[in-house]
T-cell receptor, first 116, second 109 residues
């Protein structure tokens, strides 16, 4: 099946710094990628949808200036958490949908962000 | 928006069947999904069902869909300890997945 990777798998950063998380589709081209946030023992919350070559669409309540999303190629999307605060600590998961616009989303393994 | 609802916990003995229930919200959802998440990991698609189907069976997994009641269930036959995980149902709303809260399945030997 299609494989999606994320890097890094874990990151610890200090308050006020920025951190970038990469999401890559390894064996298919992803026209659409999604970024989710998951708190412990809770569901996934969709943060934004990104389409290759265009601006991301953010869900209500998600600050676009804080969570910068770039989908520069058909295999790579990045999420940058700017000026991170401890409340940004969470599990961030990306998913990707292939070129055919099919129904299936393939999920990455997630990135655990801890802001100290 | 409205929530996709799941019970939070289910405990079964190894070898028994597990049934995880979900109530979704959007009657126009084309596909409904079941995902599995193991600790510290991403989501693995287990199975999905198209909205014009009532049932889908895939090895140990059986999905039942009641569109009238907007009710979806996942039955795992002969549950094993390796099935212990959190199971999420999700509905497709205009290309976006809306997830339930997840059901934590605990399988006791």
């Amino acid at each position: 099946g299609a494989v999606v990777s994320q890097h890094p798998s874990r990151v610890i950063c200090k308050s006020g710094t920025s951190v970038k998380i990469e999401c890559r589709s390894l064996d298919f081209q992803a026209t659409t990628m999604f970024w989710y946030r998951q708190f412990p023992k809770q569901s996934l919350m969709l943060m934004a949808t990104s389409n290759e070559g265009s601006k991301a669409t953010y869900e209500q309540g998600v600050e676009k200036d804080k969570f910068l999303i770039n989908h520069a190629s058909l295999t790579l999307s990045t999420l940058t958490v700017t000026s991170a605060h401890p409340e940004d600590s969470s599990f961030y998961i990306c998913s990707a949908r292939g070129e055919g616009g099919g129904y299936e989303q393939y999920f990455g393994p997630g990135t655990r962000l801890t802001v100290t | 928006g409205e929530d996709v609802e799941q019970s939070l916990f289910l405990s079964v003995r190894e070898g028994d069947s597990s049934v995880i229930n979900c109530t979704y919200t959007d009657s126009s959802s084309t596909y409904l999904y079941w995902y599995k998440q193991e600790p510290g990991a991403g989501l693995q698609l287990l199975t999905y069902i198209f909205s014009n189907m009532d049932m889908k069976q895939d090895q140990r997994l059986t999905v039942l869909l009641n569109k009238k009641d907007k009710h979806l269930s996942l039955r795992i036959a002969d549950t094993q300890t390796g099935d212990s995980a959190i199971y999420f149902c999700a509905e497709d709303q205009g290309g976006k997945l809306i997830f339930g809260q997840g059901t934590e399945l605990s399988v006791k030997p």
